[in-house]
């Protein structure tokens, strides 16, 4: 376990069902699929896959102007693919960005990642089908990431990277450079657990001045309670009032 890294550098089915990379036996039918798979890279796919990016998430309306208006911003373009159904011509909601130099790619990597384009917060990672050595996509069992709600996760990408396994020490990847969508989530993090304490800073408060109410209400009652036991035996009754003398405001005479 001492070359585990947060990023895989080889796609490996069992591992990438793994939340730390450590699992044994897969644990849903997918990874057992894509276990058993053989899959090639497209050779019709052209391109320096080096240079290139995968952009997911996008809205099925965003164009493929709006994105090489907004990802122009990063360097200059060599190509852009936007993927469509080859029936329906409808965009299925990725694409493919290739830069002319690595420099952009770069830049494009860490600060594009996160940006709202058409109302969708879009995804951005380096093209992995013919970069990341044993790669499965997704229909196959495989893949990177993917929704909670599936139940089917995939661990060692940028999006849902590997967990430390308890026990090792942290390790510093300085290749994979922090980007925005990462500062957000450290971000949130801290602010929510800043929240929670002074959630129960407030609640404790609260409980405490609820107790002080609750024992200043609760003494006036005891007190008329104990009050005939307090006060001394009473020798007779005022004519006016009908009270005890000992309490009566009247001169003892007018008894």
Known sequence: MNDWM????????????????????????????????????????????????????LNLQTKEEKLKEVFSRYGDIRRLRLVRDLVTGFSKGYAFIEYKDERSLLKAYRDADGLVIDQHEIFVDYELERTLKGWIPRRLGGGLGGKKESGQLRFGGRDRPFRKPINLPVVKNDQFREGKRERRERSRSRERHWDSRMRDHHDRGREKRWQEREAARAWPEASRLFLPLILPKPKGKCKSAGIPHCLCTESKSSG
């Open 6 to 57: 947060p990023i895989a550098k080889e796609y490996d089915p069992l591992k990438a069902g793994s939340i730390d990379g450590t699992d044994e036996d897969p644990h849903d039918r997918a990874v057992w699929r894509a276990m058993l798979a053989r899959y090639t890279p497209n050779k019709g796919v052209t391109g320096d896959p080096l240079l290139t990016l995968f952009v997911a998430r």
